[in-house]
Each structure stands twice: as C-alpha cells, then as structure tokens.
C-alpha cells in the first residue's frame, strides 16, 4: 500500500498532513456542500469562499482593475505585478507564479498527454498546447506583424519574426561570422559548414541540409507550378525561379563578365558563361563520361542516348541502326 494513501478512495498524499485534511472531505462533507451547486468541501472555509462565485462578490486589482469573485485569487494574480514565484517545482525547481501554472507543469515530469489532437493525434500535456496546435490544421492566423502585416497562427512565432525588424543579430557563425536574428537559423546554417544533410527525399532519396529545400524539391516531384508570371504567364515549381525569370521582362542586366563584357539578367547566367573562358566543364554525361561547359548542351548531348533505333539489321547481325 503507497504510503499517506486514503483508504476511502485511494488518492495519495507526499506528506501526513495533506492526508489528514483531504480525510475531513469524507469526514464532513454533508456539513460543507454548496445549497446552491451541490458542491461539496473538506473546510467551512473553503464553502464560503465558494459563495462567492454564486453571489458575483468581486475583488479588484487595484494595478490593472481585473476582478476575481475569490480574495485568494486576487492575492495569486498579484504576483503577475510584483513577479514573485512562490510555486516552485520540487523535481526541477523551476518556479511560477500561480498555482495553476505549477500543476500544468508538473505533466512535463510525468509524460501524462491528456490533450489529443482529434485530426492527426498528436497528444499535449496542456490544453492550452492543444489550442495553439490546432491552428495548423484549420490554417488561422491570428497573430499579425504590426510592421509589415505578415500573419502567424502561434503567437511565438510572431514574438520571433519580430526581431527580424529590430535588426538584433544575436547568434553569429563562429566559422564564418554570418548572424542570425534566431538561434533556430544558426543551427541550420552550421549544416552548410559541416556537409549534413538530414532531409532526405522519400521519392528519389536526395538529401538537403535544410528542410525548406527539401520542400522546394518535392514540387519537381508533383510537378505543380504554383509561381505563376504576371506578365507573359509561365508558371514554376519554385520562388526563386520566378524571381530569376522576371528579370527577362525588366531588362536589368546586374551581372556582367569581367572578360568579355557580356552581360546578363541572371547571376546563374553568368557563372555558365564563364565556363567558356576558363574551360570548366562541370556538367558531366553519366551515360558516356563526355563532360560540357554549359547544361544546356549536356541535356542536348543525352538525347544521343535516348534516340529510339527503329531500323533493325535481321539478315547480318541483328542490331539497330
């Protein structure tokens, strides 16, 4: 039998005294029950306290004006103006300012999930986690930047994208020194540093250092083109690719050869013509080996193989020609 445990209705307590109180419950509580609700209560006390949500009693806060129908909660919500953590966790020891928020916190330590996702399953120790959750489903987005209208359905992420407009770089590269304005950003950084790439295609097994380039992949995949041109149309699977395109309609030439004097719209464009002037031949055929300057001949190059042979040679020797 667990020690301190209640032989009438087998809760537990950490220690004696809590067990004695919770006793007085079984002991007297047809003496403390509610007229009104049914209610029922181990105190006298505690029954009067109660009333008060019934007759509508309100304590004010005399700081913010939000008002309690209980002079406990009242004190308790002081703490939300002073600051001051007198519920602290036993197993942690980290400290909060409510009560409520203690016991909430406690199902951290103990991995009870009582709140479940109804669409994917997904389980929460809070409600409060399951709520916010459930705006990925439902699409909401409630939590607008003021700056520049971007919406977020958590308001975390707002908080977050927030520092993108105060221009605070806290986390720096120590290889390169690039910074970030989020912790979240630098780690994914490192992975260009360090050549990990833990984001694999399910559909032909390419793997990324990122995770929002194995998204921008997955769309060569399903082939739709959601990145539509305003102006002549064509439409692309990827952001970038339009951006790239709409340079052709503008006119702007940014990218000039150092050379020849060449210019181009597309940076791209520009790292290809190059190749022409220093030899490199990075685009190699795997069927035959033959390597090219430029993509687009070594896409041309592979029709060579893929020529379909229709003219069999049945007197000699059996091959196509």
């Given at each position: 039998m667990a020690k301190n445990m209640c032989l009438i209705c087998g809760k537990s307590f950490h220690f004696p005294d809590?067990?004695?109180?919770?006793?007085?419950?079984?002991?007297?509580y047809r003496n403390t029950?509610?007229?009104?609700?049914?209610?029922?209560?181990?105190?006298?006390?505690?029954?009067?306290?109660?009333?008060?949500?019934?007759?509508?009693?309100?304590?004010?806060?005399?700081?913010?004006?939000?008002?309690?129908?209980?002079?406990?909660s009242l004190k308790e919500h002081g703490n939300t103006h002073t600051g001051v953590k007198n519920y602290q966790c036993e197993i942690c020891g980290k400290a909060f300012r409510q009560l409520g928020n203690l016991k909430t916190h406690g199902n951290t330590h103990t991995g009870v999930t009582n709140y479940e996702?109804?669409?994917?399953?997904?389980?929460?120790?809070r409600r409060y986690g399951l709520k916010?959750?459930?705006?990925?489903?439902?699409?909401v987005k409630n939590y607008e930047c003021e700056i520049c209208g971007k919406a977020f359905s958590h308001l975390g992420n707002l908080k977050t994208h927030g520092i993108t407009?105060?221009?605070?770089?806290?986390?720096?590269?120590h290889i390169c020194g690039k910074a970030f304005t989020r912790?979240?950003?630098?780690?994914?950084?490192?992975?260009?540093?360090?050549g990990v790439k833990n984001y694999a295609c399910q559909i032909c097994g390419k793997a990324f250092t990122q995770i929002?380039?194995?998204k921008e992949h997955l769309t060569t995949h399903t082939g739709v083109k959601k990145y539509e041109c305003q102006i002549c149309g064509k439409a692309f699977t990827r952001l970038r690719d339009l951006t790239r395109h709409g340079h052709s309609h503008t006119g702007v030439i940014n990218y000039e050869c150092q050379i020849c004097g060449k210019a181009f719209t597309q940076l791209w464009s520009l790292k290809i013509h190059r190749n022409t002037h220093t030899g490199g031949k990075n685009y190699e055929c795997q069927i035959c080996g033959k390597a090219f300057t430029q993509l687009g001949?070594?896409?041309?190059?592979?029709?060579?193989h893929n020529e379909v042979k229709n003219h069999d040679c049945h007197i000699l020797c059996g091959s196509s020609t």
């Open positions: 809590g067990l004695k109180i919770h006793l007085q419950f079984h002991l007297e029950e509610c007229e009104i609700c049914g209610k029922a209560f181990a105190r006298l006390g505690d029954l009067k306290r109660h009333g008060d949500i019934h007759t509508g009693i309100k304590y004010e806060c005399e700081l913010c004006g939000k008002a309690f129908t209980q002079d406990s996702c109804h669409i994917c399953g997904k389980a929460f120790t916010k959750h459930g705006n990925t489903h439902t699409g407009h105060t221009g605070v770089t806290n986390y720096e590269c912790r979240y950003g630098l780690k994914k950084h490192g992975n260009t540093h360090t929002a380039h194995l001949n070594l896409k041309r190059h592979g029709k060579v």
